[in-house]
């Protein structure tokens, strides 16, 4: 066998390899967990940033993170991931890689967010791209949709006011003493009282002036009749 034949075996068999290399790798996936929630507006949550080769030999992820009606709060790289570029929440972009590469799915970072208002919130990755040992890979992204509600708010606690009946309360009333009583009488003597005085005194001395002029009449009249009886006797 010639040199040209042998050359021309080894291309068909580089390229059936490559075929199947082909066939079995998928496209490496880069996504958001977790990909949607509900949340309450102002309340911070974590979504972790994780790579599936899928039977790729990943070395290196580039990308840059989108935040809409969400607040960056803090971003925590994964200790097994070495920063070439350091994504903060100021710029969200970062180039990581993973040392000796891996085929095994992983988390590279978790990022710590917050929904700003009520409605939808998405965390969405631009700029993609995943490479292998020297060659890119073919690679997809999947962000993340939120659903952000209003902070719940708390009834408005009506104070009712409890009525208590109270008892009256039953006071022992105590005899007055004869000293009281006639403190008591003279403290309650009615304001007419001088004037009902004098009038019934006024009629008091008439009444006994009727008796007497009534006793000297009497006696005028004895005696008269007595002494003409006797001037009748003398004559």
Do not use: H
């Amino acid at each position: 066998m010639n040199s040209k034949k042998i050359f021309l075996l080894s291309l068909v068999i580089i390229g059936v390899l490559a075929i199947n290399s082909i066939a079995l790798a998928d496209t490496s996936v880069l996504s958001l967990s977790p990909s949607s929630a509900s949340k309450t507006a102002g309340t911070p949550f974590n979504v972790s940033l994780q790579i599936n080769p899928a039977g790729n030999n990943v070395c290196v992820v580039k990308g840059t993170l989108d935040l809409n009606n969400l607040s960056c709060q803090s971003i925590n790289i994964t200790s097994d991931v070495m920063a070439q570029k350091t994504p903060t929440c100021s710029s969200p972009s970062f180039i990581l890689g993973i040392p000796k590469c891996s085929t095994v799915a992983q988390s590279l970072f978790t990022m710590s967010v917050k929904g700003i208002k009520a409605g939808q919130g998405t965390l969405a990755l631009a700029g993609i791209k995943v490479i292998g040992a020297g060659t890119d890979i073919a690679s997809s992204s999947q962000g993340g949709t939120y659903n952000i509600t209003v902070i719940p708010t708390e009834p408005t606690k009506t104070t009712t006011t409890e009525i208590t009946a109270t008892q009256p309360t039953q006071s022992t009333i105590q005899p007055l003493s004869p000293t009281n009583q006639q403190q008591d009488q003279q403290n309650n003597i009615p304001e007419n009282y001088g004037t009902a005085a004098l009038t019934t005194n006024s009629s008091n001395l008439i009444n006994y002036f009727w008796i007497i002029f009534g006793i000297i009449a009497v006696l005028v009249a004895g005696y008269s009749i007595y002494y003409f009886r006797s001037r009748k006797e003398q004559i």
